[in-house]
């Protein structure tokens, strides 16, 4: 089974930038879908952003013109770049991977992001 780890978070001041990277331990090439969402204390996991077959984006419209997804292939790696930073951004953010539309979704254990002064 493949294995997901999420890093990059931490504290960071609204405006600011945060790079999130989401580590596999087997390639990510051709994957059905790359994701990435968010969790709060108390509410359900939302979705922020993803890849569809390597190549079509799709954003919350939350994050829309702030945040960036990619992904790198040699590094079988893939990053949330997240610019001007909101406290509402502020939550832990989990990453997944689907190999093909019908495979089992696979979820990293989380990176929390705060967004405070």
């Known amino acids: 089974q493949v294995q997901l780890v999420e890093s990059g978070g931490g504290l960071v001041q609204p405006g600011g930038s945060l790079r999130l990277s989401c580590a596999a331990s087997?390639?990510?090439?051709?994957?059905?879908?790359m994701r990435w969402y968010r969790q709060t204390p108390g509410s359900q996991r939302e979705f922020v952003a993803k890849?569809?077959?390597?190549?079509?984006?799709y954003y919350a419209e939350s994050v829309k013109g702030r945040f960036t997804i990619s992904s790198d292939n040699a590094k079988n790696t893939m990053y949330l770049q997240m610019n001007s930073l909101k406290p509402e951004d502020t939550a832990v953010y989990y990453c997944n991977i689907q190999r093909t539309s019908a495979s089992t979704v696979v979820w990293g254990q989380g990176t929390r992001v705060t967004v405070a002064s």
């Open positions: 890849i569809i077959s390597g190549s079509s984006t």
């Open positions: 087997g390639s990510i090439f051709s994957l059905y879908a």
